[in-house]
């Protein structure tokens, strides 16, 4: 049985900083492209950060220079490091894998069920 299990959400204040991991079990991440969801209540869901199966990466213009996604396929685990969060980030963050996948712009083959990050002072 795949999973993929989402932790180090919560409640940071605005400027704060949150690392967010993906536990992965199941599969091995090696051959995955791995990607980081957000979806902000009332909003569609959008893609954050991607890397892709071959480890070029893509990064929303909205957290560019303050998020970054990373993979340790020893770990079998996906990392989302966000600095200098802002209000607006607030959402519940995903993370999804697709195998051999190029980018996190189609189907993803399995999801996390989220975690919640809440920006607020």
Request: hydrophobic share 35%.
């Amino acid at each position: 049985q795949v999973q993929l299990v989402e932790s180090g959400g919560g409640l940071v204040q605005p400027g704060g900083s949150l690392r967010l991991s993906c536990a992965a079990s199941g599969i091995t991440l090696d051959y995955y492209a791995l990607g980081w969801f957000r979806q902000a209540q009332g909003k569609e869901r959008e893609v954050v950060s991607c890397i892709s199966s071959f480890d070029s990466t893509y990064t929303a213009d909205s957290v560019i220079g303050r998020f970054s996604a990373s993979r340790d396929n020893a770990k079998n685990t996906m990392y989302l490091q966000m600095n200098n969060l802002k209000p607006e980030d607030t959402a519940v963050y995903y993370c999804a894998a697709v195998l051999w996948g190029t980018s996190c712009s189609g189907g993803m083959d399995y999801w996390g069920k989220g975690t919640l990050v809440t920006v607020s002072s």
